[in-house]
């Protein structure tokens, strides 16, 4: 418990459910990552201030060597207002989307929930969800959901070490439901 109150950022695996009968080993992928918005204003600050707004740049950074190791050639596309959308030869398309953030708060004077965006022994807890989209036969087959956690009393800030710890975690959960599998010259 005490290593969970000091250590940085952590994944968390939850479940994850593949359409029966979809035994597809991927091969091109397209990575679509959505920033996605919270609207409470210490959640947003607590966020920043352990570097998660730039989450989808870590995670465009790591994804091509990362799916190397499994011999998924991979392209990452993150949703703004002018990004591109991911090319014809990709036809399988994952979808990673922060839903929401858990953080504890306290009641303000006001009876409002004030959450601190400083420092505490409380990390917060983003919650994703990642969902894979096979465009030739125009289904969701494949969904899971994951959770970083980060802070504590000797926080650790989001950064590329931490998107790819939490991309082999994804790679892992596809592995363990037959849609993809670690080369052996990355097994060494």
């Known amino acids: 418990c005490l290593i969970f109150l000091l250590a940085g950022c952590a994944t968390r695996v939850g479940n994850s459910q593949k359409l029966t ?5 991927l091969e091109n992928l397209a990575v679509v990552y959505s ?54 030869k990709e036809k399988q398309i994952l979808f990673i989307s922060p839903l929401k953030v858990d953080a504890e708060g306290h009641k303000g004077l006001s009876g409002e929930v004030v959450i601190s965006g ?16 096979d465009a030739l036969i125009n289904k969701e087959v494949w969904n899971a959901d994951f959770y970083i956690v980060a802070g504590g009393l000797l926080y650790s800030a989001f950064d590329e070490e931490k998107a790819t710890g939490f991309l082999n ?20």
């Open 21 to 25: 009968g979809y035994d597809v080993k």
């Open 35 to 88: 920033q996605g918005k919270f609207g409470h204003d210490g959640i947003g600050k607590k966020l920043e201030r352990y570097n998660f707004q730039n989450m989808g740049e870590y995670i465009a950074k790591a994804v091509p060597h990362t799916f190397r190791n499994y011999g998924i050639s991979a392209s990452v596309y993150t949703k703004t207002a002018d990004s591109k959308n991911p090319s014809p």
């Open 118 to 133: 400083g420092p505490s022994s409380t990390p917060v807890k983003v919650q994703y969800e990642v969902t894979m989209f």
């Open 169 to 188: 975690d994804i790679l892992g959960k596809l592995e363990a439901d037959g849609l993809a599998q670690k080369i052996a010259s990355a097994q060494k």
